[in-house]
């Protein structure tokens, strides 16, 4: 069984910038894709970027492309999301997901691809 930890949230002022991880327990499969998704207050937690393990191939929804970088490290089983021009609209608990394995047949952009979820790491963005 996968547990995935996510770190890193805390308070930041608007244009800031904040580094979230995402370390997974045990070893999860060379090509799983890996994901960040968020939930603010009231709203559908929404995919925010992806990355494959294996080819490092990325993905970004459009409200955060141009701001965000996910990386991943797989010697030391992490994802990480850089996230920098910080904005009040980015505050929401943020989790990380992973596949199952390496046979991703659905879209890495959909949250239903993610077998595995963390608890989530809060962001607050300040005007």
């Known amino acids: 069984q996968v547990q995935l930890v996510e770190s890193g949230g805390g308070l930041v002022q608007a244009g800031g910038s904040l580094r979230l991880s995402c370390a997974a327990s045990?070893?999860?499969?060379?090509?799983?894709?890996v994901s960040w998704a968020r939930q603010a207050p009231g709203k559908e937690r929404e995919f925010v970027a992806a990355?494959?393990?294996?080819?490092?191939?990325?993905m970004y929804s459009d409200s955060v492309r141009g701001r965000f970088t996910i990386s991943r490290d797989n010697a030391r089983n992490t994802v990480s999301l850089q996230m920098s021009g910080l904005k009040p609209e980015d505050t929401a608990v943020y989790y990380c997901?992973?596949?199952?394995?390496?046979?991703?047949?659905?879209?890495?952009?959909?949250?239903?691809?993610?077998?595995?979820w963390g608890q989530g790491t809060q962001v607050t963005v300040s005007s």
């Open positions: 045990a070893a999860i499969a060379s090509g799983a894709g």
């Open positions: 990355i494959r393990r294996n080819t490092g191939a990325q």
């Open positions: 997901g992973a596949t199952a394995g390496s046979n991703i047949t659905s879209s890495m952009r959909s949250l239903g691809t993610y077998t595995y």
